[in-house]
């Protein structure tokens, strides 16, 4: 699968292997389970995110591995967004430090 990912002015297409979806589901069970006892989203704690909640946090985490250049972290989060939210191609990441502004499509 693919997933556009939009930072700013920047765009670019992630693949995600199919086949990486099915074998990730633990580590998204464990993003889950980590997000279950609330999260900092901006300026704001969130005791209990919802969906989107979730994937605008996984969608941060997506935009750390891109600045920080780690593959493994962008295909986990980036997975976790398509698994999460079917029916997702691409994903417009606020990177001003407002996680709640970033949306899917």
Wanted: proline residues 3%; aromatic residues 6%; glycine residues 6%.
């Amino acid at each position: 699968m693919v997933l556009n990912l939009i930072v700013g002015d920047y765009s670019m297409n992630l693949e995600v292997p199919e086949k990486y979806l099915k074998e990730a589901d633990e580590l998204y069970a464990m993003m889950d389970r980590d997000m279950d006892k609330g999260w900092q989203m901006g300026r704001e704690w969130v005791d209990s995110p919802d969906r989107l909640q979730r994937c605008q946090i996984a969608a941060d985490k997506l935009l750390d591995a891109l600045e920080t250049d780690n593959h493994r972290l962008a295909l986990v989060a980036a997975g976790y967004i398509l698994t999460r939210l079917p029916g997702t191609t691409s994903v417009n990441i606020d990177n001003s430090g407002e996680m709640t502004g970033t949306t899917f499509a």
